[in-house]
């Protein structure tokens, strides 16, 4: 019989040795929780080590991720490929051990966390894709997709305002498969949290709709592991197990401080720990047999085989659903994807319509939800502005036992998947959609997008940047991009958004100028596997920018219009670099300095991320050296300057209400002042 008072003592061991050998980080979150993981990991999560992309092993998110090493200690225990050798280089360059824990650089982590509150709002979207992925997939007597997602977490997640609006959609969501384990220690850095968290946190996950149960005593991995089995008996709430530990546990004089919380416990400390919980072996030494009692290879080899021979079954008797979930699980998109995305193209360039480009990126998403069943949409309570919903994307919605309500009778003989609400009512929770998004993308199976209005991404910026640390392809409808918007005011209109998306390392950021645009964008976003994409899009109509190729969009930057499309018969005297709706303010212009016989080039650039990675051929070839630059756009001027730009037309200051018309003429946004701009710059050269 396993010793699981040795088990827990391994973890506050490795703990306490990795934060001392490097002098660096969390000890007490790991060993108030080492009982709490040994109830989780050694009775209950279903994960093989060997395998750690098992479709359905149950997810574990430490959304504490500040106590990292009860991961890390977990993983090397129960026979990951993370060795010793790792543990010992915790926090050091290159490491798999970062200082929190990260998805795609340590084998077994499943997300990464460190901003609180994200990875409780993680394991909604991944609790959420099960749950869907469930009813679509499953059929009577082959539950292939059946696995729990469970998430440890402390009192700064709850603090943070996301896990309310998260929390409060896995309730209305009956994410029942979701069990949350809260480590309630009532420390954090500032030291006892009582005088600034005074939440009763039990009623307010019941007023969720959460099934709650505890206070257990964290300690006690007996009456952990059977609070988790009760968990799993619940088949129409998602679960809050409060577990009352001491931070810290087993140190006599740290134990139950904030100085347990985030700082190394010391020399003569450890040796008072090692002492007080009988741990006698040394330093990042573990005994034959706690290895014995963590290893999980074998049990973890069986459960997967186990799978595998139901998967068998499941694929003998449905061969097209088998392939279709295989597919999507590996991220793969369908084969005529290709063609679809260059249909709906041709088919926005032979439309030319004029419309807003948040009309035709709901044109385009009518064209891929109907090719593609793994797109997940959604918006934060502005469906009907931001356009997000399609003729393919019913609305989710689940019924009082807890079930997704299917939209059509979901044949079990057929080979398709059962309809299911493919469109996300968000309410106003942009962090949350944000963050949940990211955990229905690491989970697998879908692709999310949701959408809301653009000076709104300041609400959802740091799971944005989530998104791309972790290289999820997520993708962000933003709307109302603009001055463009008029009477709602500065608090709506965008000035330094868009530039500030673009600071994002890895994000793609899409502004489009017409319908062709917008469905190159959506193309690219969705090819973008390992990237998150941001699509900024307008209010107001734009006319369709006539083009003679549409082969070059993807690029991110291309030349539309050459100074004959205007009757001159002679080369470019300049350029002008434009996005989205102020394309069409450079064709104007181009034509009014036409009748100043000054030639110039309109090269729209819908997206300077993608036209950064161009080569340096290209580059040259969209934007020839020695001719001057004039950058056009409704938002913040610093950005351009990079691409050498003479002069700018944007806007440095936050706009004002009013007509959408007035403001254009008032912050200088005419065919007008872009020709003078242009005059002026050549002038001056």
Known sequence: MANTQQMANAIRALAMDAVQQANSGHPGAPMGMADMAVALWGQHLRHNPRNPGWINRDRFVLSNGHGSMLLYALLHLTGYKLPMSEL?????????????????????????????????????????AEKLLAKEFNRDGHP????????????????????????????????????????????????????????????????????????????????VAQAIADAKNSADKPTLVICKTRIGQGSPNRADTAKAHGEPLGAEEIRLTREAIGWTSAPFVIPKAVYADWDAKDQGQAAEAAWNASFAAYKAAYPELAKELTRRMKGELPKHFAQTAVDATITAHSKAETVASRKASQIALEAFTAALPELLGGSADLTGSNLTNTKSTPALRVDLAGEVVVADDGNDISKHTRRVGRHINYGVREFGMAAIMNGVALHGGYIPYGGTFLTFS????????????????????????????????????????????????????????????????????LQNKAKPTALLLSRQNLAYAPKTDLGEISRGAYILAEPARVGLKKKAQAVIIATGSEVQLALQAQALLAARKIAVRVVSMPSTTAFDRQTPEYKAEVLPKGLPRIAVEMGVTDGWWKYGCAAVVGIDTFGESAPAPVLFKHFGFTPENVADTVQAALTRK
């Open 88 to 128: 010992k280089n915790f926090r050091q360059l290159h490491s798999k051990t970062a200082g929190h824990p990260e998805t795609g650089i340590t084998p077994g982590v499943e997300t990464t966390t460190g901003p609180l509150g994200q990875g409780i709002t993680n394991a909604v979207g991944m609790a959420l």
């Open 144 to 223: 292939v997709v059946d696995h729990h997602t469970y998430v440890f977490m402390g009192d700064g997640c709850l603090m943070e305002g996301i896990s309310h609006e998260a929390c409060a959609l896995a309730g209305a969501w009956k994410l029942n498969k979701l069990i949350a384990l809260y480590d309630d220690n009532g420390i954090s850095i500032d030291g006892q949290v009582a005088p600034w968290f005074i939440d009763n946190t039990a009623l307010r996950f019941a007023a969720y709709g959460w099934n709650v149960i505890g206070p257990v005593d964290g300690h006690d991995a007996a009456a």
């Open 458 to 525: 300041d609400y959802s910026r740091n799971a944005i940047r989530m998104a791309a640390l972790m290289k999820q392809r997520v993708i962000h409808v933003f709307t109302h991009d603009s001055i463009g918007l008029g009477e709602d005011g500065p608090t709506h209109q965008s000035i330094e958004h868009a530039a500030s998306l673009r600071l994002i390392p890895g994000l793609d950021v899409w502004r489009p100028a017409d319908t062709a645009e917008t469905a190159v964008a959506w193309a690219v976003a």
